[in-house]
């Protein structure tokens, strides 16, 4: 979120003005509009990038754990829990930086529209995270208890 978060004071810090009197934020710059949207679009397609050579490499790690599971050894060495545990975490890890990606998208996707969207889209985020975190649907303590 922190990420959300610093797009949004730019987008207010760094806004575009149209008016003579150059009101705006406190960093006011004349940008060009196709300019700034092409620096969204592609700050968009470069976090989509990220998300898809994470995935891949989480489902590249997922299939060598499945074949270190079902080896006896590679070559001489046998195949030991630990190996299997770093592989696995190698995998897990992959998969937690593209799910966070892809969650960050949607504010950026709203940042396409304006800053008080990418605000609103933030917001939106932290709520939506807040209940899958720790809300009805996110806890699994009351499921074990007796």
Known sequence: TS?????AVA???ISISEDPTGHGGPLTVRLDR???LFLKLVSLLSLHSFNFVAFTQAVRYLNHVNFLIN??????QPITEEIVYKMLYRATTAWGYGLKGTLVTFPLLMWVF?????VLGMLGLIAVKRVLDFGEFGA???VHTP
């Open 71 to 76: 080896a006896p050894s590679i070559g001489e």
């Open 3 to 7: 990420v959300v978060v610093v797009f």
């Open 114 to 118: 304006g800053g008080v969207w990418l």
């Open 34 to 36: 196709r300019f700034l």
């Open 140 to 142: 699994v303590d009351h």
């Open 11 to 13: 987008s207010y810090a």
